[in-house]
């Protein structure tokens, strides 16, 4: 064996020393940088898309500096650009959405993962996939056509009448704003909270559930304040999965917000967000500063989303490890 | 063999008992628990088969043998956590304090009958919120620092710990987290507590602490455990049931079972010819 | 510790159980109660017509969506043809070829990638196909749509490429085969499923966006032929008739929303069902 071996060591061109054409040659390295140039493609087009958005925002970043982000006057006549009332929009009705999805979503991962028997968990899993799985634009004109009319009908009347008082519940409706746009958000991001917290919520070890109830708990109560609180940073995670999901979202918002950029304090009024005042008016735009102010508004999206998807990875991960590390 | 008085917990009613002195001693011991004609399943397949022993007050009761002989699933019927698995299904009776745990509401009975696990599972909190769990949602009025306390003594911890109560439980060694799930098992104030092979997870020197403990704790509350390890339960239990594929084959004071057993399997077992 | 204290707390844990259940069976209804209106409201809409006729001009009755739905068709084949082949290739390389460092700048990309909001894709796009060309097109829609496509199929090539048991990998290479002749003829093979499924959801998902289209392809009432003329599709003619004033343009959005969702819906049950069988699925 070992005679072997040197001896082709010695024998012709050792590798090393193997021409550039001579290696192409072979099938391997060709596999390699081929594939090799796709994966930089793929690092190549990311970074493309961070540095157009820095490029063609320039202009409004020259002419207002820092205010953009804290002028409340979108007026495109008379070229006066500023992010506020988008800004605004786009929290208000994330805030909305979350408030109604956040206690919905973990109520239904709370009974998939601890109560229902796991074919039952499963199959029901996969319809809220199906669910997350909807367009965007189905839920639009499901807004436009149901909670619109809704939102005139039944839920306005509900809130205003006896809380009309409170700065959030005044003044008419119209059907579209703030709060409609809200309802439709949390019907999307649902699906994103109960699956990311169903799996976070199966990954804590059993023996937490067991030694609650060893102590004489209840069922709620082991799960409640035994279970959902081991689990409780892999749920923060979900929530900002499905808040990056919502500040990105245009076109169910757009048919439903009513698309006026002002600031109100009412949830019942019309507004605007980021995706949604891009989508309206990037085509109608005209001059360079206009455009350029829309493109600008998309760069503070990517920065919300990436910053939130972030974090939301991060959570998950931390808590999916500290399962299998826990009880020993 | 022995009539099955009825409630009055004093007498004895296993049937396994083979030589009359370990009869008479087990007679004269009032039982905690007694266990009648249990068999036990999961599903189609039976995996207890005719249990009848007895759990005597204030004494450890220890349960040994070979790997898969039934002995963790005997433990955990005794405080039902068997429910928490669909397929369970149990025939026979168990009582504590002469009362049927099958009738009584499963959630009072857990308080009554602790247990602590193989692998030490503190919550996600700090060392005093551990201890005060049980006590807090049972709606304890009393100082719930003295509770703590107390249990942490019990356990042995309070010394090391008493200044950090408000750490976080995870920060503890594997086994002063141990110590800790006593200590939480004990401040509910069990009649009953069940230890499954707690110390199996643990260094040498965290299980003989754990050891020296259990010989105390039996002054405070009745003690079943589960073990691998048969020295442990030469040396800290009172009286040893031996248990192959599902039966109780052989159950007395410990001294006489591991000096003069009566059954051959057993005697190949405590001899390390298997298991 | 009291009898009364106990039926309180188990009366408060059925009714926070129950709760959870209505939790969950409320998400799911929403599904059906979707699928069910579209069918209430479209179903009638869809007739031979809607597939085989051009739209008519705004304000009369009338017509289909042959433009719409030939235009999703190609700028979904052409958004196949750009994103499938960078994602597949790239994450051939991370499972097979790369080093360490290259995999997680790769991998960070694409996550990112993943997470830009499709509306920002949509000026990425407009930037590099729309702006320099200065008309809209078909293929800065399929470009938009392709980039949505790569990170998901990246990251599911790379899983289920190196989920294939070494002893496969081992098998082959015994006999003498080169990397990558068994890369090709044994490794992707095995995990072929997977990838197809993959490939299949990115699909799915892409053929429902609006956003990306609006400013990229644009949307036409006739027809377009060849791929640089602004070209209409389904999501964008939803939006559009959607939010119009006229009652048989909401009409006909119905039915497009209908044969939209039909079609996510197919594509999505059947990739996880029948071609997923076994197979972690992977999430959006």
Known sequence: MATTTTAMKSAGPVSGSRSFLAKLRNGDEIARLVTLIFATTVVLITAGLVWELWVNSALPRQKFGFSFFVTSVWDPIMDQFGALPFIYGTMVTSAVALVIAVPLGIGAAIFLAELAPPRVSDILQFF??????????????????????????????????????????????????????????????????????????????????????????????STWKVVVPFAKTGIMGSIFLALARALGETMAVTMVIGNTPKIAASLFAPGYSIAAVIANEFTEATGDLYLQSLIALGLVLFLLTFILNGLARLLIVVTTQKGSEVGG | MQASAKPEFSVNIVTNLTTPASRETAAALPMRMTISKLNFFYGPKQILFDISMGIADKKV??????????????????????????????????????????????TALRRRVGMVFQRPNPFPKSIFDNVAYGPRINGYKGSLADTVEKSLRHAALWDEVKDHLHKSAYELSGGQQQRLCIARALAVEPEVLLMDEPCSALDPISTAKIEELMVELKNLTTIAIVTHNMQQAARVSDFTAFLLTGQIIEFSPTPHLFTTPSDPRTEAYITGRFG | MTNGRLRWRKFVSNFMLAMTGVCAFVSVLVLFFILGYLLFNGGTSINWDFFTKLPKPVGETGGGMSNAIVGSGKILLLASLIGVPIGFLGGIY????????????????????????????????????????????????????????????????????????????EGAMALGASKWKTIATVIVPAAYRGIMTAILLALARVAGETAPLLFTAFGNRFESHGWSQPTATLPVMIYTYAVSPYDDWHRQAWAAGLVLLGLVLIINILARTILSRGIAVPRS
């Open chain 1, 128 to 221: 809220i996939d199906l669910l997350a799985a909807v367009p965007s634009v189905i839920y639009g004109l499901l807004g436009v056509f149901i909670v619109v009319p809704l939102m005139r009908t039944v839920i306005y009347p509900a809130l205003n009448k006896p809380f009309g008082y409170l700065p959030i519940f005044k003044g008419p409706s119209y059907g579209v704003g703030f709060m409609t746009a809200g309802i439709v958000l949390a019907i999307m991001v649902i699906p994103y909270i109960i699956s990311v917290s169903r799996e976070v919520l199966l990954s804590v070890p059993r023996d937490q559930r067991e030694a609650a109830l060893a102590l004489g708990s209840t069922r709620w109560e």
């Open chain 2, 61 to 106: 009761t220890a349960l040994i043998g070979p790997s898969g002989c039934g002995k963790s699933t005997l433990l955990r019927t005794l405080n039902r956590m068997y429910e928490t698995v669909g397929t369970a299904r149990l025939e026979g009776e168990i009582l504590l304090d002469g009362q049927d745990i099958l009738a009584q509401d499963v």
């Open chain 3, 94 to 169: 991370l499972a097979e070829f790369s080093g360490k460092g290259m995999a997680s700048v790769v991998r960070y990309a694409a996550d990112l990638l993943n997470g830009v909001p499709s509306i920002v894709i949509g000026i990425f796009a407009y930037s590099l196909v729309v702006l320099p060309f200065k008309h809209f097109s078909a293929y800065a829609g399929a470009f938009a749509l392709g980039m949505m496509m790569i990170p998901i199929t990246l990251r599911s090539t790379e899983e289920f490429l190196k989920s294939v048991p070494r002893m496969l990998r």
